[in-house]
């Protein structure tokens, strides 16, 4: 008897879990809010993000001269800067002013200003400055104009060195220079682009928000639908706590095992992107990366109450957990308070995993401590939502409740009314 009763209930239990998968699949499915952030933003935002990037980096960048010295060096350091292909001398002014209000109207992205004393102190044997001004505002052409100019002034004072150590051989010019010779080589970031350093972890951005975006406005749907503006409807089918959190995770785990796969491996093939990961790395990763987002997803739908409050909360935190993740700011200078919030979102540790696998290719023994925390997270979150969803059954059956009580007690003053109505009429006909 108590074998057939618990058979009843885990086949019980399972038909309502896939009663909710498939509901939430409507869900998905007719919803044009949840569809957009669950579908269509993630096939399409990676596209567009990526081909902004596709460059990897930039060539014939326009540059400004202000050239006060006028002399047959700074003409040489300018010719050759101009010879670079990462930038262009577009314009020749006669004053920093004139630079300044080029590079405020974007038409040039740096200038460079050479003293009246340029060569003559060269000349004299002191140092000689160059200025580089450069536009902050896009890292690419920050890093054009400025290392050129580096490059170009390291040329040139290689020359200067030779000419004043008066060597008799090549060998000697040679040690002069350079007595410690380095070989740089770019292991993982061969084309040094921006977009093998910051796409994969953008990637990672997107899966995180979007799911959570989705999951926030179908709970504010269900809010919006539902007779009592509850998350959890009155159903026999809802009469559970795992069978709830189970069925509704598993329709996000399954949208999203597609988009995972879509966005970590057929984008970055599309614009030739690094890829040095093992599929099966990726897999055991992404498992508990998705859990945990869909988790916490779950734990912050129960706080929205309008499906544009998700949106809100959720499109301002992209850049704040961006640079938490420790890509473009480094790891080891953020403070031990944000490391401590970074460590609440599930995207911290997918991200830096995930940098880890597709750029340095990394195996899972190299992100155990990302592996475990997304792990840890799963379980954590997972609890806080059975006990979220716990309250909140309860408190759909406490608002069915009121209002059965309220019904009853305006039937109740409904028949005390009829009664003295009648009381009254039989009164007046006796009168």
């Known amino acids: 008897?108590?074998?057939?009763?618990?058979?009843?209930?885990?086949?019980?239990?399972?038909?309502?879990?896939?009663?909710?998968?498939?509901k939430e699949m409507t869900t998905t499915v007719k919803d044009e809010g949840v569809l957009i952030f669950f579908i269509l933003v993630p096939l399409l935002y990676p596209l567009l993000y990526s081909w902004v990037y596709s460059k990897q980096v930039v060539h014939e960048v326009p540059v400004a001269v202000v050239d006060m010295s006028k002399s047959s060096m700074s003409r040489q350091f300018i010719r050759h800067y101009d010879a670079t292909p990462d930038v262009k001398v577009s314009?020749?002014?006669?004053?920093?002013?004139?630079?300044?209000?080029?590079?405020?109207?974007?038409?040039?992205?740096?200038?460079?200003?050479?003293?009246?004393?340029?060569?003559?102190?060269?000349?004299?044997?002191?140092?000689?400055?160059?200025?580089?001004?450069?536009?902050?505002?896009?890292m690419m052409y920050y890093k054009a104009v400025y290392q050129s100019a580096v490059s170009i002034s390291s040329e040139l004072n290689t020359r200067i060195q030779i000419k004043n150590a008066h060597n008799f051989t090549h060998k000697d010019d040679e040690i002069t220079t350079a007595p410690l010779l380095c070989d740089a080589v770019p292991i993982f970031n061969s084309t040094g682009?921006?977009?093998?350093?910051?796409?994969?972890?953008?990637?990672?951005?997107?899966?995180?928000?979007?799911?959570?975006?989705?999951?926030?406005?179908?709970?504010?749907?269900?809010?919006?639908?539902?007779?009592?503006?509850?998350?959890?409807?009155?159903?026999?089918?809802?009469?559970?706590?795992?069978?709830?959190?189970?069925?509704?995770s598993l329709c996000y785990f399954m949208v999203y095992c597609v988009m995972a796969a879509y966005i970590t491996l057929v984008v970055p093939k599309i614009f030739g992107f690094v890829q040095l990961f093992d599929a099966v790395e990726l897999i055991g990763l992404m498992v508990p990366f998705l859990l945990a987002t869909i988790f916490f997803g779950m734990i912050v739908s129960c706080t929205i109450?309008?499906?544009?409050?998700?949106?809100?909360?959720?499109?301002?935190?992209?850049?704040?957990?961006l640079f938490l993740s420790g890509v473009s700011w480094p790891q080891s200078n953020i403070p031990g308070a944000w490391r401590a919030v970074a460590c609440l979102f599930p995207s911290t540790f997918g991200i830096r995993g995930f940098v880890r696998?597709?750029?340095?290719?990394?195996?899972?023994?190299?992100?155990?401590?990302?592996?475990?925390?997304?792990?840890?997270?799963?379980?954590?979150?997972?609890?806080?939502?059975?006990?979220?969803?716990?309250?909140?059954?309860?408190?759909?059956?406490?608002?069915?409740?009121?209002?059965?009580?309220?019904?009853?007690?305006i039937a109740t003053h409904a028949k005390e009314l009829k009664l003295k109505a009648l009381a009254e009429a039989t009164k007046q006909t006796k009168s």
């Open 1 to 22: 008897m108590k074998t057939e009763h618990l058979g009843s209930k885990i086949r019980e239990g399972l038909h309502d879990m896939c009663y909710i998968w498939a």
């Open 91 to 138: 314009y020749h002014c006669n004053n920093i002013e004139e630079a300044k209000q080029l590079m405020g109207k974007r038409i040039v992205k740096g200038a460079i200003y050479f003293p009246s004393d340029f060569e003559k102190n060269i000349m004299r044997g002191d140092q000689s400055k160059v200025s580089v001004f450069c536009d902050m505002s896009i």
């Open 193 to 248: 682009g921006y977009a093998d350093s910051i796409i994969p972890a953008v990637l990672m951005l997107v899966l995180f928000q979007t799911l959570v975006l989705g999951i926030g406005l179908g709970a504010g749907t269900a809010r919006e639908t539902n007779r009592y503006r509850d998350l959890v409807p009155l159903s026999l089918h809802y009469n559970g706590i795992f069978r709830i959190v189970l069925g509704k």
């Open 305 to 321: 109450r309008y499906r544009e409050n998700v949106m809100l909360i959720v499109v301002f935190m992209s850049v704040p957990l």
């Open 357 to 409: 696998l597709n750029t340095m290719d990394a195996t899972l023994a190299d992100i155990q401590l990302e592996y475990q925390a997304l792990w840890i997270q799963v379980a954590v979150y997972f609890f806080i939502t059975c006990l979220v969803y716990h309250y909140q059954i309860k408190l759909s059956h406490y608002h069915a409740n009121e209002q059965l009580k309220k019904m009853k007690r």
